[in-house]
């Protein structure tokens, strides 16, 4: 989870925070697109980056599971399968578009890259202490818990790395993941198109 946030923090409030404290976001603004262009533009731009952050988090985690597994002793036998890879890969991408897409929405509404920073160090704790709880949690989960943004990411890598995976968890975490990025991303339009959110000083 540090990862994740790590790589799209160093992007995102750069992006559009950054934009509003050089005032080149008023030029921007004033180009023959829609606004709604520029903020999906700019989502996209963020999460394209973001993603290439989460494929070295992902390559890493894959290199790193044959060395874990021999250190835990564990059955030969119990090997990740290419599936496990691909649904660790989709839990990994949908988490990445829900953060990138919330701290866009931060450091749109923020003044400054400082500012951005500041708003959103509160959020990778949160992030962080969300994936100590995999440490703590054992056995399956309600499928209600799998709603619950950057919990359902980390229950469903624990339920994957722990050899028991749960389709119908995976299924809702990246749905609702999804569902949570769109939400954010008409957030983030409605406040490109509000001159007092974009030109606040």
């Known amino acids: 989870m540090s990862m994740l946030f790590s790589g799209c ?8 925070a950054g934009e509003k404290e050089r005032g080149t976001i008023a030029t921007l603004l004033v180009t023959p697109i ?9 989502i996209v731009s963020i999460t394209v980056i973001a993603l290439a ?26 090997k990740y399968s290419v ?10 991408l949908s988490l990445v ?7 866009g929405c931060i450091s749109a509404f923020s003044k400054s890259i400082k500012e951005a920073g500041s708003y959103s160090t509160p959020l990778m704790i949160v992030a962080i ?25 980390v229950r469903c890598l624990t339920d994957i790395l722990t050899f028991s995976p749960n389709i119908i968890g995976l299924i809702i975490a990246v749905l609702s993941n999804f569902a949570y990025a769109v939400a954010f991303g ?4 409605k406040m490109f198109n509000s001159e007092k959110v974009m030109f606040q000083r």
């Open 34 to 42: 829609k606004r709604y262009e520029l903020a999906v533009g700019k």
């Open 97 to 103: 578009i829900v953060i990138v897409s919330v701290l």
């Open 129 to 153: 202490l969300v994936g100590i709880t995999s440490m703590f949690s054992s056995g399956s989960s309600p499928w209600y818990f799998y709603l619950i943004p950057l919990y359902n990411g």
């Open 186 to 189: 008409f957030l983030l339009v």
């Open 53 to 78: 952050s989460s494929l070295s988090s992902f390559i890493g985690t894959i290199a790193s599971l044959p060395k874990m597994m021999a250190g835990e002793s564990l059955n030969a036998s119990l």
């Open 83 to 92: 599936g496990s890879y691909f649904q660790i890969l989709l839990v990994i």
């Open 9 to 16: 923090m160093a992007v995102t409030p750069e992006s559009i």
